[in-house]
């Protein structure tokens, strides 16, 4: 039926259609990421939430965004206009990229490469780059020392999500995200990894400029750091962009430590759940560990934030990298644990 198309352009255009398969549902998902945040922390403090735009406050969301949209972009005089429009463009596009590896079930994932864990990396190191480029295009100190906090903070807690994940790649034996999925089919590594999976999820919170690592957003100091000379959508892509990141770090955190897709039982009403509907329950599931967070903790000091990356997170990563190896150097894991195929 499509022979009369050719094969190249009939690839891109399958390329394409699988993009917009995970930019739109994930657009969406990041608007309403933002209502069930207001939600989930009113109902912790006492209070209702977004009630009146739509029924239950549902398209608050959408009226945000409008309202967003028709606001003034204002670049500041003596900016690079240039770098300052690439900043949150930037940003936002690299939170969308990471997606391409991320399986959602067998055989649903873009693009299946056999190191997508190196993918992930370095999709996540680059983003330093739109937050520094934000602070310096802005010709604002305040801007600019939020952007320094920011990439320092990032940096320094890659580190330890690093290591963290050298131990899912010993037990797992593959950079493949699915193949690392497929290893947790008897028993997820969140038990045998419990505390990589502890140290892990803290350090995406600092990776993400969350709560109480949200340090670059400092009112007393910085006023909104980085991003406090943008307006309008260029706000809006920066917003979108940290949302978006808090989705990729919650779908890591499910394929890493919570078996991906995989059932919670193989028997009974679990083993009919589809395998996307678990990967979907178990990222809201982390996401609500972001907010529960968020509502419960102050915000750290700097000079706290640093200390525990680089001498708390650091060596305990460091050491249970090395006392991982020596196991399965030393066949301490049973086979029938199935940490180690």
């Excluded at 209070?47 to 549902?58: A, C, E, I, N, Q």
């Excluded at 940290?242 to 989705?247: F, V, W």
């Amino acid at each position: 039926m499509l022979d009369w198309i050719p094969e190249e352009i009939l690839t891109f255009l399958i390329l394409c259609g699988q993009a917009f398969l995970i930019i739109i549902p994930l657009i969406l998902s990041v608007a309403y990421l933002v209502y069930a945040e207001r939600k989930v922390i009113a109902a912790m403090q006492l209070r209702k939430g977004p009630t009146v735009v739509g029924p239950f406050g549902l398209l608050q969301p959408i009226a945000d965004a409008l309202k967003l949209v028709h606001k003034e972009t204002i670049i500041p005089t003596k900016a690079n206009p240039l770098l300052y429009i690439i900043a949150p463009v930037l940003t936002f596009t690299l939170s969308l990229m990471a997606w391409a590896v991320i399986p959602w079930g067998e055989g649903l994932v873009m693009a299946d490469i056999n190191v997508g864990v190196l993918y992930l990396f370095a999709i996540s190191s680059l983003g330093v780059y739109g937050i520094i480029i934000a602070g310096w295009a802005s010709n604002s100190k305040y801007a600019f020392l939020g952007a320094l906090r920011s990439a320092a903070q990032m940096v320094s807690y890659e580190l330890a999500i690093g290591f963290a994940l050298i131990c899912v790649i010993l037990c797992a034996g593959s950079l493949n995200l699915s193949a690392i999925v497929e290893a947790q089919e008897k028993i997820w590594f969140v038990i045998p990894l419990f505390p990589m999976f502890v140290i892990f999820f803290i350090a995406t919170l600092a990776e993400t400029n969350r709560a109480p690592f949200d340090l670059p957003e400092a009112e007393a100091e910085l006023v909104a750091g980085y991003n406090v000379e943008y307006s309008s959508m260029s706000f809006g892509m920066f917003f979108l962009g940290e949302y978006a990141n808090m989705i990729l770090m919650s779908a890591m955190t499910s394929i890493f430590f919570l078996g991906g897709w995989l059932p919670l039982t193989s028997w009974g009403p679990f083993a009919y759940i589809p395998g996307f509907v678990w990967m979907a329950l178990k990222i809201a599931f982390v996401l609500f560990l972001f907010l529960w967070v968020r509502a419960t903790f102050p915000r750290y000091r700097y000079d706290q934030l640093m200390r525990i990356g680089w001498k708390v997170f650091l060596p305990i990563t460091l050491a249970y990298v090395v006392g991982l190896s020596f196991c399965i150097a030393y066949g301490v894991f049973p086979e029938t644990l199935g940490v180690i195929k």
